[in-house]
């Protein structure tokens, strides 16, 4: 579980981005295509579901607003299974998006190729900047 700093406690981004998407009346991500194969969870967050992804899965995710898109989870096929966000792709466990500028309107993109399959992922939308000592466990 990830443990960010606010004020006077640590607390974990479940938690963070749980509260925030009581204080949204509009999520920060929607999915646009491909809903079969991610899932927005809190608002804030979204994923390509619980354990292992499928082969040929595919979908795009809109920002509703200006936001940072970071995975909190971030597990692919390296080269094959990504992430692309504004021309850049992410694969692997190594290279993981992390306060990505987006700005409302921009999309995101998961592709899965045909053959081996991996955790996945989470990203999670913030208005502000994750802070630099965040450690994606």
Known sequence: QQRVATGRSLRTMSELTTR?????????????????????????????GVGNHANNERCTVRANQQ??????YF???????????GGTQYSG??????NVAMAAGDTFSWYADYSVVRGGFIICATDALVPSWFVML
């Open 67 to 72: 936001l940072y898109a970071t995975a909190t």
């Open 75 to 85: 597990q692919t096929e390296t080269y094959f299974d990504r992430i692309t966000i």
């Open 20 to 48: 925030a998407a009581r204080e949204l009346s509009t999520p920060l991500l929607t999915v646009i295509a491909g809903g079969a194969y991610c899932e927005v969870t809190h608002g804030t967050c979204v994923t390509d």
């Open 93 to 98: 466990s190594t290279i993981i998006p992390t």
